[in-house]
Structure formats: structure tokens, C-alpha cells
């Protein structure tokens, strides 16, 4: 299997690859401040359980690191993923943070 990165003015996406096959993608936009904003996560069934999904938030995480911005996660799989990592809160933004006060 393969990562692939694309990217566009407006947002981008890491594919995972089988062969030619889609497998799975983690998908972004660019947000007004400067940071991403995480949309949406796939992993096409017949390829589920095999920890894809976190395989593809943790290049998105890279990604976020090698780029000096923040992450706020839209998508409800990137939402647990942090909340399984509160290591990493760091890494979200701060809207999104003080949206998670606003809940209490």
C-alpha cells in the first residue's frame, strides 16, 4: 500500500493506495486563519480494522507539524482520535478548544 498527498489552493487529502485501488482518504480544507480544518476520514469496507484510519490522521498530524498549523477536526473519527490522544492537544486549534469549553 501506498500514500499518496495532493493539494489544492483550497484544501488537500492523503490517499492510501492498493495498487491502483483506493483504500482509504483523510480529507482537509484551508481555514480563514491560516489553519486546517479536518473534514472528513474513509476507509472502504473490505479494508476496515486494520488501523488505516489512524495511519492517515497520523500523517495528517505530520503534515500539521512540518507546517506549523493547527487542526481543527470536523470529521467525528479525527474528533476521537484526539480524545484518544489528549497528548497531542497541542495540535488543535483554538477555536476549537474554546468550542469544547463552551459544551461543558
Known amino acids: 500500500m501506498e500514500i499518496k498527498y495532493t493539494q489544492t489552493i483550497n484544501d488537500g487529502q492523503f490517499t ?20 486546517i480544518d479536518a473534514k472528513a476520514t474513509f476507509i472502504d469496507e473490505k479494508y476496515r480494522g486494520q488501523n488505516l484510519g489512524e495511519v492517515l490522521v497520523d500523517e495528517l498530524i505530520e503534515f500539521a507539524e512540518q507546517n506549523d498549523v493547527l487542526i481543527f477536526p470536523v470529521c467525528p473519527y479525527i474528533i476521537h482520535y484526539f480524545k484518544k490522544h489528549p497528548d497531542l492537544e497541542y495540535l488543535l486549534d483554538e477555536e476549537y478548544l474554546e468550542s469544547l469549553k463552551e459544551d461543558e
Open 16 to 35: 492510501i493506495y492498493d495498487e491502483e485501488e483506493i483504500v482509504g482518504y483523510v480529507k482537509y480544507e484551508w481555514a480563514k486563519n491560516g489553519n
